[in-house]
Each structure stands twice: as C-alpha cells, then as structure tokens.
C-alpha cells in the first residue's frame, strides 16, 4: 500500500505562484513514476506532469510547459510541483498519483492507469 498527502494548495492572484507537495508513504519503488493531475468542476482528470522517482525524467502537458517544473526528494520521498505565473484556467483540485509507467510514455499521462492518488489540494487562481 501507498499513501500519499498532498498540500501547498491555496488561493492565489493571477500571475502569482504555489508550490505543491506530495508526500509519499508505504511501499514506493524507484522505478516508479509520480504524477500530478488537475480535475476541475464538471471536467476529466487531466495529466500536469510527471517526474520518475529514479532518474528524474520529466514530462508535461503543453498547457503548463515553461510555467510548472516538477521535483522530487527521494529523502523525502516526496514530489512537489512549483507552479509559476498561474492564471484563472489552471483553477482546480490538485491531485498527485503513482503509477507503474515510465514518466514520458503515454500510459504515465492516463489517470486511470494511476495505482494509487492523494486526496488532493484545492488551487483557485482569481483575475
């Protein structure tokens, strides 16, 4: 079993930033990928980023490229996702999951392919 909590979530003004965090629990390995993933109300799960525990490859949606960068401290065992220059679109709850596939590849990006999720974080971006 794994556990994760994420936090950081908050209300913010446009252009402004957050850093989230996951901390991860229970049984992880280092091939393992963890991802974030946004949902907001009456829309899909979509995929943010990814990042492997091992060897730190990383991928992201086109939508947040060059805003969100995607971290982790495998100390910690925890991933974190600094959001930068944020606008009201990327208002929605923050999710972060593990997955068995390797971040990069198209499964890492399918929420229902995620093993295990947090229970998430709300992030409200105003104009």
């Known amino acids: 079993q794994v556990q994760l909590v994420e936090s950081g979530g908050g209300l913010v003004q446009a252009g402004g930033s957050l850093r989230l965090s996951c901390a991860a629990s229970?049984?992880?390995?280092?091939?393992?990928?963890m991802g974030w993933f946004r949902q907001a109300p009456g829309k899909e799960r979509e995929f943010v980023a990814s990042i492997s525990w091992s060897g730190g490859r990383t991928d992201y949606a086109d939508s947040v490229k060059g805003r969100f960068t995607i971290s982790r401290d495998t100390a910690k065992n925890t991933v974190y996702l600094q959001m930068n220059s944020l606008n009201p679109e990327d208002t929605a709850v923050y999710y972060c999951?593990?997955?068995?596939?390797?971040?990069?590849?198209?499964?890492?990006?399918?929420?229902?392919?995620?093993?295990?999720w947090g229970q998430g974080t709300q992030v409200t971006v105003s104009s």
């Open positions: 229970g049984r992880t390995f280092g091939s393992d990928t």
């Open positions: 999951g593990q997955s068995r596939y390797g971040s990069g590849t198209h499964f890492a990006r399918v929420a229902n392919l995620y093993a295990y």
